[in-house]
C-alpha cells in the first residue's frame, strides 16, 4: 500500500510532444472538499483507502498541489460530432495529470476532469458541475461492478467555486483513470490536418504501448484497427445486453481501446424500451438504444478513415465488416447467459429478439424482469412475470418456447439455476433517479448518499440487506428526467 507521495510516474504521451498536447496547470477549485471516493480504484495504483482522507487528497485533486513528477498537458483532437466533423476539439476542460504505474507494472493515465480553461477550451469555461461530476463517477464504478470495460474514477471533489449553467452550480473535478486516453477523434485530428508524420508517431505510440502483439503482425496498423473493431464490439454487445445507453457517441468519446468513456447524458433503461434517446439535446435520436450497434460502426468506419494513409481501403472494409458478426455473437452469448442457458440453439436469437419486441410498447423493467426470471424455475418465473404484459397471448406464446428451450437443456436444481442466472442479473444498477437523489443530497451538502449508492453498486449481483430500495422501479418523477449534454 502506497501513500499519496509514493506514486510513481513515467509520462509517455506528454512526451510525444507539444504538437499531441499543450503544458497546463490546474486551475484550483475553492474549498475543495472530498465528496466519494472508490478504494477499488485506489487499489489500481496501490493506495491506501485511508489516504483519501488526508486533507492532501483533496488539495491534489482539486487542483492545489501536484507531484513533482506529473506534466499536466491538453490533449488535441478533433472528431465527428453527431455526424458531422469538428475538425478542432480537445481536453477543454480536463488535463491528463501523468501516467502512473503500480506495483504490477500497469500504467494507468490520471485525469482530471473540470481543471479548468486550456487551449482547446472554444467557448466552455473548463469547468464541471457537481452532478455531472457524480454520475460519471458512479456511472464508471457501477459498469465496471457490471463486467462493461470503462473508464474508472477515483474520486470526485467537490467546493465552493461558482459554475453557471441553466442556473449557477458548483465546481467539482472527478479523477478519471484508464489505460489510454486516445481517442478515435486523435487519429482523425492528425488525418484531416494532413499529418503523416505526427499521426504515424500516434499510431506507433498506441501500438507499443497498447497492443505490442499486433506489431508482430504482417500488417500493424491493420491488426490494431481490427483489435479497435473487435473490442467495440464486444464493448457495444455488453452495452445492448445491459441497457446502457452512452448518449453521446461522438467519435471524440470513443477510445481505441474499446472502454465506455466520457459520461455525459447516460442512462441505464428502466422501462424496455428500443427507441429510448437518453440525451435530451439529441432529438433526431441518432444516439438512442438501438442505433448504438449502427454508430458503432459508422465510427468505426470514420476512424477507417484516418487510417487510409496506412492501411488499403479493401483490408479496412473487410475489417470494418467483422463488426456486426462479433457483435451479434458477443450479445447473443451474454442474452443467452441473461437467459438461464448454457447451451446453443438455433432459434436462439428469435427468442431473445421475441422476448423484446413483447417487452416494447408493455413497461416492463428490463432489469428486474431478467433477475426475477432467475428466481425460479421457467415454468413458475414466467406464470408470475406474465402479468406485467400487455398482450398477454403474445407473452404466453414466447413463454411456452422458452420453457420448452430450458427444459431442452435437462434437469437443473432450482438453487442452482438462481445462481447461476443472478451471476449475471444484476439487482442493482444505476438508474437516473438513484443518481438523482443523490446529486439532490450532495448539492445540499450531503455526500453520504452518493457513498452508499455507491456501495450498492460495487456489487449489483448481490443482494444486500437493507438495500431492497435501490432495486426498485423508479417513481413516477424519476421515469422522465431530461439529462441533457450541459455538464
Ligand atoms: P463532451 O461532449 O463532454 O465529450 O465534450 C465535447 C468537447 O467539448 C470536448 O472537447 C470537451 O473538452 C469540450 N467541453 C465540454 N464542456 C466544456 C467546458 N465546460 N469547458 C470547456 N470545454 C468543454
Ligand atoms: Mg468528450
Known sequence: ????????????FA??????????????????????????????????????????????FGGHTLWADAE???????????????????????????????????????????????????MGDGRAVLR???????????????GIPTSRALCVIGSDTPVWREKQERGAMVLR????????????????????????????????????????????????????????????????????????????????????????????????????????????????????????QWNLSALAQALTPFISVEALRETLDLFLPLYQAHYLDLMRRRLGLTTAEDGDQTLVEDLLQRMQGSAIDYTLFLRRLGDEP?????????????DLEAFDQWAALYVARVNREGEIDPQQRRERMHAVNPLYILRNYLAQKAIDAAEAGDYSEVQR??????QPFTEQPGMQSYAERPPEWGKHLEISCSS
Open 453 to 458: 449508492l455507491h456501495t450498492v453498486l460495487t
Open 15 to 60: 512526451r510525444l510532444g507539444d504538437a499531441f498536447s499543450t503544458h497546463v496547470l490546474p486551475d484550483p477549485l475553492d474549498a475543495p472538499r472530498l465528496v466519494v471516493a472508490s478504494e477499488a480504484a485506489m487499489a489500481l495504483l496501490d493506495l491506501d483507502p485511508a489516504e483519501a482522507h488526508d486533507p492532501v487528497f483533496a488539495k491534489l
Open 132 to 146: 455531472s461530476s457524480i454520475r460519471e463517477f458512479l456511472a464508471s464504478e457501477a459498469l465496471h461492478a457490471l
Open 378 to 390: 421457467a415454468e413458475q418465473a414466467v406464470a408470475r412475470l406474465r402479468d406485467e404484459f400487455v
Open 72 to 122: 499536466p498537458r491538453a490533449m488535441v483532437y478533433s472528431g465527428h460530432q453527431f455526424g458531422s466533423y469538428n475538425p478542432q476539439l480537445g481536453d477543454g476542460r480536463g488535463l491528463l495529470l501523468g501516467e502512473v504505474y503500480n506495483e504490477a507494472g500497469e500504467h494507468w493515465d490520471l485525469h482530471l476532469k473540470g481543471a479548468g480553461m486550456t487551449p482547446y477550451s472554444r
Open 1 to 12: 500500500m502506497k501513500a499519496l507521495d509514493e506514486l510513481t510516474f513515467d509520462n509517455r
Open 177 to 296: 483513470l484508464a489505460h489510454s486516453h486516445i481517442r478515435f477523434g486523435h487519429f482523425e485530428y492528425f488525418y484531416y490536418t494532413q499529418r503523416p508524420e505526427q499521426q504515424k508517431q500516434l499510431g506507433e505510440h498506441v501500438l507499443a504501448l497498447h497492443y505490442p502483439q499486433c506489431l508482430e503482425q504482417p500488417e500493424p496498423y491493420l491488426a490494431m484497427f481490427q483489435k479497435s473493431v473487435e473490442r467495440n464490439a464486444e464493448l457495444i454487445a455488453k452495452w445492448q445486453a445491459y441497457g446502457f445507453c452512452h448518449g453521446v457517441m461522438n467519435t471524440d468519446n470513443m477510445s481505441i481501446l474499446g472502454i465506455t468513456f466520457d459520461f455525459g447524458p447516460f442512462a441505464f433503461l428502466d422501462d424496455f424500451d428500443a427507441r429510448f434517446i437518453c440525451n435530451h439535446s439529441d432529438q433526431q435520436g441518432r444516439y438512442s438504444f438501438s442505433n448504438q450497434v449502427p454508430i458503432g
